[in-house]
């Protein structure tokens, strides 16, 4: 069955194609949010998060576009979202546990500069965005990036190579630390 | 460039530290959200009030759109006779859209009172609990989906109220915080007391409990 047809039937009420659906993107947006959090359980939080989402837009998903770079958008969209609540989180519990050293856990390996690299990928503009998470989070070489969102190879390590300088540009003040590191 | 190479040691540092492969617990996740993707997915009711934001706002649009281009070509046509009948359309028109927005308003007020109330009721729940020292086994489960439900109405960008929107922030933490405590006996009683010590003591239920009354006024 293809795409489309997939998604009617979901938009028909059928639970039974909304979890093949679910079944064919689960492994790649719980491969992007173990990716990025490092931990099954916020990795198992941003899928919940992107498939809620994913199955309330589906209506406005515009079908010129494959389903699966729509979902991957929405996944990075969630897992960072809940990377910066679950920080917040961390750090009000950070707060209160100071005296039994529990902080020490959460404090490890220049938090500063990584949620600075966070934000600063967030902020990328979005056709560099993708890019840069697929190649670096993912794995994926430029010719899979290229037949994924629809752009030559030669496009991908382009984009690539200005995600990098943006990112450079955004963490300068770091410079000192990343350097070191 | 060596800073070049500095750069992207870091950042193939920072990417690739979580790169083994996990096995997602897919019925796990699925039991998790079948609800909602329930929820998301029924068939819409044609009436008036059914179908998605999206459609509504669709149709709202088509509606103001006609309404919009048969007043105007009356107005056009009455122009030269009679310049007060340019004013009446002028005046059915921006009432036309405000109702639009005033609808649009109530739905998005609707859909954060009904979450501020079920929320009310899990928060008190959790905190009797608490108190009592009862586990109750769908606790962990019941705050997960309270909380991706908080963080949908906090990514939609719907207007509302700064103090709505932080009652909302603080129940996103609070909410992380409770969902983290096991099911089991293996949680530490500190952690208990502190949610519970916070429910008691704090102000977020008492903030959510003066909201829903005032459903009148804007959020």
Redesign the interface.
Known sequence: MDESALIDE??????AA??RL??AH??AV??LA?????D?TL???A???T???V??G???FRRQAALSTWIHQVAL?STF??MR??R??QQ??AE?DEADQLAHETAHSEPDL?DK?YAAIEALPEIYRSVFVMH??E?RDHEQIGALLGIPSGTSKARLSSA?LK??AA?REF?GE??S? | MPEDSKFDDFLRRETSRFAEPVTPPADAIWAAIEPEVARAIRPQDRRYGGGTRVTRRLWIGVGLGLAATLIIGVAVGRWSAARETLSVASVATSRAAADDSVRAAAIAEASVLQHLGEAEVFLTTVRADLNAGRRESDRAERSRQLLARTRLLLASGEPRSAAVDLLLQDLELLLAEISSLPDSGRGRPVDEQLIEQRLRQGTILHRIRTTLPAQSSGL
């Open positions: 979901v938009l028909r009420g059928d639970m909304a979890r679910y079944d689960l492994g719980f491969r173990m990716r990025v959090t490092g099954p990795a198992e939080e899928a919940q998060d498939f809620i989402r199955f309330r589906l209506r406005g969209s979202n809940l609540s679950h917040r989180w009000r519990r209160v990584r690299l670096e989070f794995g990098r990112l450079r963490l410079e990343w350097a590191a």
